[in-house]
C-alpha cells in the first residue's frame, strides 16, 4: 500500500528514535532529521544517525530504514533533548533509552 506524503510525519530539525520489529528495545536507532524515500517500491526512512561522542562506528553514518518495519517511534525536539536524555539514562545504569525491554 503506497502512503501520500501528506500523511507522513515530517521529522524536520528533530531527533526520532526508531524501535524496528525485529530489534530489541536497545537497539534502536536515532536519526537526525530523518526524511522518507522511496527505494525499490518501498518506503524508507533515511537520516544519519545521531552523534552522542560514543565512539560507535554508525555515528554519523546514513541509514535507511524500512518504514514498514517501524514498530514504534519517539520524536525529541532537537538532537540537545536527545542527547541530555540518553546520557541521563545512562548515568542511572538502565537499559534503553526508556527502560523498555523486549519480553
Known sequence: MEESNQSLPD???RTVVFYLRAAGYDHAPALDSPTFESQGGRLFIVGKQTKVGSGHWAEGQQFSIAWDEVQMYVVFGSPADYKELRSSRRNTGETGLFG????
Not at 523498555?100 to 519480553?103: A, E, I, K, P
Request: zero cysteines; charged letters at 55%.
Open 11 to 13: 521529522f524536520q530539525d
Open 100 to 103: 523498555l525491554r523486549r519480553r
